[in-house]
């Protein structure tokens, strides 16, 4: 079936440095990506959603310069955290929508847990 | 491998009690999250456990067993607006979070 990866999986790094988690659809196209944080025992909060080829479209209270979204490909989006800071220590997921086999879905990948020492 | 089984469908009448079971199978275990999730919207998180035990939220209650690798949500007094798909999440020992497929639960009058 269709899967969507994260990596890396894990990142620690210090205050004021940046990151960049990538998110791949592995087995199908997907036109949309969608950024997601997850705080603790919460739900998923969508941060961002973007199409392939476009700008990111960034929910309200979301920095769209701290938070830098690239979908140059139909398989491949990446978020940058910009200089990090301990508050930005959370879950990030991503999913993908795109057409796997006939239908258009929606799949979720494993997450990126990042902690900002 | 790493794996969740969750019915792909079930149907259920209005008012009455439904329960959705899910298994996993996780390298290392850091809880079970369950979330809802409408057509075209993003899932909304419903309960998380990490213990044993049932826990209960309203009409929603969720249930752990660990040492079986076991969970179900239960939904009481089924309403319309309960049509959704229900993800069972679980989450292991590096904070990784598998997805199960989700299992569409048609409400019917």
């Known amino acids: 079936g269709a899967v969507v990866s994260q990596h890396p999986s894990w990142v620690i790094c210090k205050s004021g440095t940046s990151v960049k988690i990538e998110c791949r659809s592995l087995d199908f196209q997907a036109t949309t990506m969608f950024w997601y944080r997850q705080f603790p025992k919460q739900s998923l909060m969508l941060m961002a959603t973007s199409n392939e080829g476009s700008k990111a479209t960034y929910e309200q209270g979301v920095e769209k310069d701290k938070f830098l979204i690239n979908h140059a490909s139909l398989t491949l989006s990446t978020l940058t955290v910009t200089s990090a800071h301990p508050e930005d220590s959370s879950f990030y997921i991503c999913s993908a929508r795109g057409l796997a086999g006939l239908s258009e879905t929606q799949y979720f990948g494993p997450g990126t847990r990042l902690l900002v020492l | ?109």
């Open chain 2, 1 to 109: 491998g790493q794996n969740i089984d969750q019915p792909t469908e079930m149907t259920a009448t209005e008012g009455a009690i439904v329960q959705i079971n899910c298994t996993y199978q996780t390298s290392g275990f850091n809880g079970l999250f369950w979330y809802q999730q409408h057509a075209g919207e993003a899932p909304t998180f419903l309960s998380y456990n990490v213990l044993d035990g049932l826990e209960e939220k309203g009409r929603f209650s969720s249930f752990l067993s660990r040492s079986k690798g076991y969970s179900y949500l239960l939904l009481k007094e089924l309403q319309m607006k309960d049509s959704a798909s229900y993800l069972c999440v679980a989450m292991d020992s590096n904070y990784q979070l598998i997805w199960g497929a989700g299992t569409k639960l048609i409400i019917k009058p």
